[in-house]
C-alpha cells in the first residue's frame, strides 16, 4: 500500500513538474528559433566555419547540412574508438573491434546509444567524453532541428526556405541543451552521482579480497544522456548502477530530463503557429498514453502470472529495491516513450504485459512523448494521416493549419510512418528465420521471440534499451542492427523535411465551414486512434506471437 502511495504521488509530481515548466520552456525554444538576434560567441563560430547566419536554405540544402554533419560525426566517432589506444585517460583499453566501433558510432550518431559492449572494459574516459557525450549533445539538436523545420512549413507561405540547419544546430547546443545539462549534472551530481576521472578506487570487500571499481565523469554524461533522450550508460548497468542513479532523488529527475524537452516543444509549435491550443492537444494526446501505459505495466507487475513471481506478491526480479516496481516502470515506460534507452530495470525480467508495453511504446513511433524534436515531428505525421483520413470520410481535401494535404504530403508522411516498421519486421524475420542466429537468444519461445523484437524495435526507433537477453556481438546483429539505426533515423528525417519544404510552398487557405477543427478534443481522439490503428495494423501479429502470447501463457 504504501509503494502504491508513493508510485502514484511521484507520478503526480512529475505531471505538476513538466506543468509548471510547460509554457516557460517552450516558449523560450519558441524563441531561440525565431529570433533574429545571434549571439557573439555564435557569430565567432559562423565565421570559423564559414557559414552565413542570415542565409536560408532550401529543405534539400538543410537535409544536405543533417546528412553531411552526421556522417561526419560517424567517421570522427569511429576513428576515435579506432585509435584509442593512443588516446590519454584510455586506461589499457585498446582499439575497439571494427564491427562494434562501426555499429557504436551509429548508434550514437542517430541519437541511439544502443551498446552492445561493456563500457567499463572497453572505453576509456577521452573516447566516453570527446566521443559518446559530445554526440549526445549534438544528435539530440539535429532532433529538435528537423522538428523545428516543419513547424516553419506550416507557418510559412509561397516560399522554398525552411532556415538554416547551422544556425539551428548552433543555437540549439548553445543556448538550450548546454546550459541546461550544465546544470542538470551539478544537481545530479548533489545527489551522489560520481564524477571523477581516475579510472576506478581499490576498496577491500567484506569477503576480505581487493576489488576495484570502476569510476568515471558519470554526472556529465548522466545529464545530458536523458536530457537528449540520448539513454548510453557510461557504466553497463545504465541508470540501475548507484553511481549513475544512486537514490529516489536521482531517479526522478533523470526521469523528468528524459521527459522534459520532448513535452515542452509541444508549447514550442503551439506558440510558433500562434495558436497555443493546437500544442495542448497534443501533448494531451502524449500524456494520455503516456499515462495508460504506466497503468497497464504497472499493473501486470504487480499482479504477476508467474508462479515464482506470485509467491514474492511481485515480480521483482531485475528490478533496484532502492526503487521498486512503481519508479521501475515510471522510468520505463518513460524511457521507451522518449527514444531515451536509459534503463534503471531489466526489462528482460518484466512480466509479458509489462514487457510488451515497453516494445508497443517503441512500434508506436516514440511519440508519448518522443525524443527530442523525434516525437514532435513524429505526431505531426500521424496527425496528418489523421486530417488525410478525415478528409477522405467527408469527401474533402484535407486541410492541416491552413496547408492543403494532398499526394505529396501524403507520400511523404507514408515513408516517415512506414519506415520504421519495415526494418523492425524484416530484421526481425531474418534474425529468426536464420538458424546460425537462434544460438544468441537467452531464452527460447515466446520471450525469445519478444528479445529479437524488442532489439529491432529499439534499433530502427533509435531507442538503445534492450531486454537485455539477446547477444548481439555476432557480426550479423552488429550489421543489420547499425542499418536498421541508420535507415530508421535518416528515411524519416529526409521525409519530414521534404514535407515541410512542400507546406512552405504552399499558400495559406483560411479555415472554412467545412475545415475539421484541430484544436479540440475531438481532433486529440483522431490522433490517438489513428496512431494506435496504424500501430495495431501493422504489428498485432507480431506482438500476438511475442508478448501478448507470454502474457496469456
Not at 311 to 331: Q, T
Not at 429 to 457: D, K, M, Q, R, W
Not at 461 to 480: E, I, R
Not at 531 to 548: D, E, W
Request: glycine content about 12%; proline content about 4%.
Amino acid at each position: 500500500m504504501n509503494d502504491t502511495l508513493a508510485g502514484i504521488l511521484q507520478i503526480v509530481a512529475m505531471v505538476g513538474l513538466l506543468a509548471l515548466v510547460y509554457k516557460p520552456l517552450g516558449d523560450y525554444m519558441a524563441r531561440i528559433f525565431t529570433t533574429t538576434k545571434h549571439w557573439r560567441v555564435e557569430k565567432a563560430l559562423y565565421k570559423l566555419i564559414r557559414v552565413d547566419p542570415d542565409a536560408e536554405q532550401r529543405w534539400t540544402t538543410y537535409a544536405t547540412g543533417v546528412l553531411g554533419f552526421s556522417f561526419v560525426g560517424v567517421v570522427l566517432l569511429y576513428l576515435l574508438q579506432r585509435l584509442q589506444a593512443f588516446l590519454p585517460m584510455a586506461f589499457g583499453h585498446g582499439a575497439v573491434t571494427p564491427s562494434v566501433a562501426f555499429n557504436t558510432a551509429i548508434s550514437f550518431v542517430t541519437n541511439t546509444n544502443w551498446q552492445s559492449y561493456v563500457p567499463e572494459s572497453t572505453l576509456g574516459n577521452t573516447v566516453q567524453m570527446a566521443g559518446l557525450t559530445v554526440q549526445n549533445v549534438v544528435s539530440a539538436t539535429v532532433g529538435i532541428a528537423v522538428a523545428i523545420a516543419l513547424i516553419r512549413g506550416f507557418v510559412r507561405s509561397s516560399t522554398d526556405r525552411l532556415g538554416n540547419f547551422w544556425v539551428d544546430l548552433t543555437r540549439g547546443v548553445i543556448r538550450l541543451m548546454l546550459p541546461i545539462s550544465f546544470v542538470a549534472a551539478i544537481v545530479l551530481i548533489a545527489t551522489g552521482v560520481v564524477m571523477s576521472f581516475h579510472s576506478g578506487v581499490t576498496i577491500t570487500g567484506v569477503d576480505g579480497m581487493q576489488h576495484t571499481l570502476p569510476l568515471a565523469p558519470a554526472g556529465s554524461q548522466e545529464s545530458i544522456k536523458e536530457l537528449g533522450t540520448n539513454g548510453g550508460g557510461i557504466f553497463n548497468a545504465n541508470s540501475a548502477h548507484p553511481f549513475e542513479n544512486p537514490n529516489a532523488l536521482s531517479n526522478f529527475i533523470e526521469i523528468f530530463l528524459e521527459l522534459v524537452i520532448p513535452v515542452c516543444l509541444t508549447r514550442t509549435f503551439g506558440t510558433m503557429v500562434r495558436s497555443t491550443r493546437q500544442g495542448t492537444v497534443l501533448a494531451a494526446v502524449m500524456g494520455v498514453i503516456w499515462t495508460a501505459f504506466i497503468a497497464v505495466a504497472w499493473f501486470s507487475e504487480a499482479h504477476p502470472n508467474g508462479p515464482a513471481a506470485q509467491a514474492a506478491g511481485a515480480a521483482l526480479e531485475g528490478k533496484e529495491v532502492r526503487f521498486g516496481i512503481p519508479s521501475s516502470i515510471l522510468f520505463g515506460v518513460s524511457t521507451t516513450g522518449t527514444s531515451t534507452g536509459a534503463v534503471n530495470s531489466l526489462h528482460d525480467s518484466y512480466t509479458g504485459g509489462a514487457g510488451g508495453i515497453t516494445i508497443l511504446n517503441m512500434l508506436l513511433g516514440e511519440v508519448a512523448p518522443g525524443g527530442t524534436g523525434t516525437g514532435l515531428y513524429g505526431i505531426l505525421v500521424i496527425a496528418i494521416i489523421g486530417v488525410f483520413l478525415a478528409g477522405l470520410m467527408v469527401g474533402r481535401t484535407p486541410e492541416y493549419l491552413g496547408k492543403k494535404l494532398g499526394r505529396v504530403q501524403v507520400t511523404a508522411a507514408s515513408i516517415s510512418i512506414l519506415t520504421m516498421p519495415a526494418l523492425v519486421l524484416i530484421g526481425a524475420g531474418l534474425a529468426i528465420a536464420l538458424p546460425s542466429t537462434l544460438g544468441a537468444l537467452g531464452n527460447s519461445g515466446e520471450h525469445g521471440f519478444s528479445e529479437v523484437l524488442y532489439a529491432y524495435a529499439s534499433a530502427a526507433n533509435n531507442n538503445g534499451s534492450a531486454f537485455g537477453g539477446l547477444t548481439v556481438t555476432s557480426d550479423f546483429f552488429q550489421v543489420t542492427l547499425g542499418l536498421a539505426m541508420l535507415f530508421g533515423r535518416f528515411v524519416p528525417i529526409l521525409a519530414v523535411l521534404a514535407l515541410a519544404g512542400s507546406l512552405a510552398k504552399q499558400k495559406r487557405v483560411e479555415a472554412g465551414a467545412g475545415t475539421l477543427p484541430t484544436d479540440g478534443t475531438m481532433f486529440g481522439v483522431l490522433v490517438g486512434g489513428t496512431l494506435i490503428l496504424v500501430a495495431a495494423l501493422t504489428f498485432f501479429p507480431a506482438l500476438a506471437l511475442g508478448p501478448i502470447a507470454e502474457a496469456l501463457s
